[in-house]
C-alpha cells in the first residue's frame, strides 16, 4: 500500500463523514431554514473532499481535469441552488422557527 | 475502497429520502431533490472508478448540469404553476 493509496483513503473518509452528517442534519433540524445550513455547506464540501480524494489517486491525466470541472460546477452551482430555494421560500411568505416558550 | 465510500453515500441519499416523502412543505421536498442529485453524481464519479470505467465522469458531469437546471425548474413551476 503506497501513499497515495492513504491519502485517497484519507480524503474519501473525511468526505464521507461530512456526506452522513449533512444528511442527519437535514433529517433532524426543526426548520425549513435550518435545514438549509447542512444542505447548502456542509454537502458541497464533503462531495469537494471525495472528488478532491479521486484526482489525487488518478494523478494528472484527463480523467482529473474532467474530476476537476465537475468539482468547479458544484462548488458554484449547489450553493446558487440553495440560495435560490431560500429566497422563494422567504418570498412566499414562509416564517422562521421560533422556541415555543418564547411567545 | 471506493465501493465502501458509495456505500456510504447512498445511506446517505436514503436518509434524505426520508425528508423528501414526510417533508412538510413544497420547499423541503425540491431541497432533499438538489442534495440526492448532487450525491447520485459523485455516485456516478465513484462507479466510474470501481468499474474502471472513466466514460462514467461524463455521465456525472451532465448529470451535475440537469439537476442545476431541475431545481430551478421545480422553483418556478412552484411559485407560477407553469414554466414558459
Same mark, same amino acid.
Given at each position: 500500500?503506497?501513499?497515495?493509496?492513504?491519502?485517497?483513503?484519507?480524503?474519501?473518509?473525511?468526505?464521507?463523514?461530512?456526506?452522513?452528517?449533512?444528511?442527519?442534519?437535514?433529517?433532524?433540524?426543526?426548520?425549513?431554514?435550518?435545514?438549509?445550513?447542512?444542505?447548502?455547506?456542509?454537502?458541497?464540501?464533503?462531495?469537494? @473532499?471525495? @472528488?478532491?480524494?479521486?484526482?489525487?489517486?488518478?494523478?494528472?491525466?484527463?480523467?482529473?481535469?474532467?474530476?476537476? @470541472?465537475?468539482?468547479?460546477?458544484?462548488?458554484?452551482?449547489?450553493?446558487?441552488?440553495?440560495?435560490?430555494?431560500?429566497?422563494?421560500?422567504?418570498?412566499?411568505? @414562509?416564517?422562521?422557527?421560533?422556541?415555543?416558550?418564547?411567545? | 475502497?471506493?465501493?465502501?465510500?458509495? $456505500?456510504?453515500?447512498?445511506?446517505?441519499?436514503?436518509? $434524505?429520502?426520508?425528508?423528501?416523502?414526510?417533508?412538510?412543505?413544497?420547499? +423541503? %421536498?425540491?431541497?432533499?431533490?438538489?442534495?440526492?442529485?448532487?450525491?447520485?453524481?459523485?455516485?456516478?464519479?465513484?462507479?466510474? #472508478?470501481?468499474?474502471? %470505467?472513466?466514460? #462514467?465522469? +461524463?455521465?456525472?458531469?451532465?448529470?451535475?448540469?440537469?439537476? #442545476? $437546471?431541475?431545481? #430551478?425548474?421545480?422553483?418556478?413551476?412552484?411559485?407560477? +404553476? %407553469?414554466? +414558459?
Amino acid at each position: 500500500m503506497n501513499i497515495t493509496t492513504i491519502i485517497t483513503a484519507i480524503f474519501l473518509t473525511i468526505g464521507c463523514f461530512f456526506s452522513v452528517v449533512a444528511a442527519i442534519g437535514v433529517v433532524r433540524f426543526p426548520d425549513f431554514y435550518s435545514r438549509m445550513h447542512p444542505a447548502g455547506k456542509n454537502d458541497t464540501l464533503g462531495q469537494t @473532499l471525495i @472528488l478532491i480524494g479521486l484526482i489525487i489517486y488518478e494523478g494528472f491525466s484527463f480523467v482529473s481535469i474532467k474530476l476537476l @470541472l465537475i468539482i468547479i460546477f458544484i462548488f458554484i452551482a449547489n450553493p446558487t441552488a440553495t440560495h435560490a430555494i431560500a429566497k422563494a421560500a422567504y418570498l412566499a411568505g @414562509l416564517k422562521p422557527w421560533e422556541k415555543e416558550e418564547k411567545k | 475502497m471506493f465501493n465502501i465510500a458509495a $456505500i456510504a453515500i447512498v445511506l446517505a441519499a436514503f436518509l $434524505i429520502l426520508y425528508r423528501a416523502i414526510k417533508g412538510p412543505m413544497m420547499y +423541503d %421536498r425540491a431541497l432533499a431533490i438538489n442534495i440526492i442529485g448532487t450525491k447520485t453524481v459523485v455516485i456516478l464519479a465513484l462507479i466510474g #472508478f470501481i468499474y474502471k %470505467r472513466p466514460h #462514467f465522469l +461524463d455521465i456525472a458531469l451532465v448529470y451535475a448540469l440537469i439537476n #442545476f $437546471i431541475a431545481t #430551478f425548474a421545480i422553483l418556478k413551476y412552484i411559485e407560477r +404553476d %407553469r414554466l +414558459d
